[in-house]
T-cell receptor
């Protein structure tokens, strides 16, 4: 399968703990996005990278959230001192600015439950 | 920032009938409007998109229309089938190449009644 891969698929953590999610984009895609989706809502933009550069961050991304994309390949999203309000599906997507395609391909998501 | 409203939130249609989902956007600079289908436990999947220089686009049973003046765009599914049952999201973006930052609607749960 050459689609966007996210790991883990599910994560249950206690309030106050740190969690880290990983996203492996489609190999030739240079753009990578993180979105958060709560129940009954559409995905909300968090941040995106072009290669290794983080080009935009939403105001939703508090200082407890940090994202990295070392070497422009996989990306990690870390949430420190988790709160119950962080419970959501975290979606990763990738796209390529080359070849004329603009479609953003989404992964299956990581469902986070903070108890 | 951009605000996208989507209606209806739920829609049930008989198999074989047509379904229409409507969205409005607020930012006149938006120029890219994709539609995503999300099945339970899966990530959103792009089903069709349209750019602001086009008024209508069709792909087999799916079509999208765009009215830039009114800031409306709609998804039309004809000859609906049970596998069309899912949650559908519209989205809008004003980025140069189309999808740097998508603002999504709140979704429409479509149920096809056999």
């Amino acid at each position: 399968d050459t689609g966007v891969s996210q790991d883990p698929r599910h994560k249950i953590t206690k309030r106050g703990q740190n969690v880290t999610f990983r996203c492996d984009p489609i190999s030739e895609h240079n753009r990578l996005y993180w979105y958060r989706q709560t129940l009954g809502q559409g995905p909300e933009f968090l941040t995106y990278f072009q290669n290794e550069a983080q080009l935009e961050k939403s105001r939703l991304l508090s200082n407890r959230f940090s994202a990295e994309r070392p070497k422009g390949s996989f990306s990690t999203l870390e949430i420190q001192r988790t709160e119950q309000g962080d419970s959501a599906m975290y979606l990763c997507a990738s796209s390529s600015r080359q070849g004329g395609t603009t479609e953003a391909f989404f992964g299956q998501g990581t469902r986070l439950t903070v108890v | 920032g951009e605000n996208v409203e989507q209606h209806p939130s739920t829609l049930s249609v008989q198999e074989g009938d047509s379904a229409v989902i409507k969205c409005t956007y607020s930012d006149s600079a938006s120029n890219y409007f994709p539609w995503y289908k999300q099945e339970l436990g899966k990530g959103p999947q792009l089903i069709i998109d349209i750019r602001s220089n086009v008024g209508e686009k069709k792909d087999q049973r799916i079509a999208v229309t765009l009215n830039k003046t009114a800031k409306h765009f709609s998804l039309h599914i004809t000859e609906t089938q049970p596998e069309d049952s899912a949650v559908y999201f519209c989205a809008a973006s004003s980025a140069n190449f189309g999808n740097e930052k998508l603002t999504f609607g709140t979704g429409t749960r479509l149920t096809i009644i056999p």
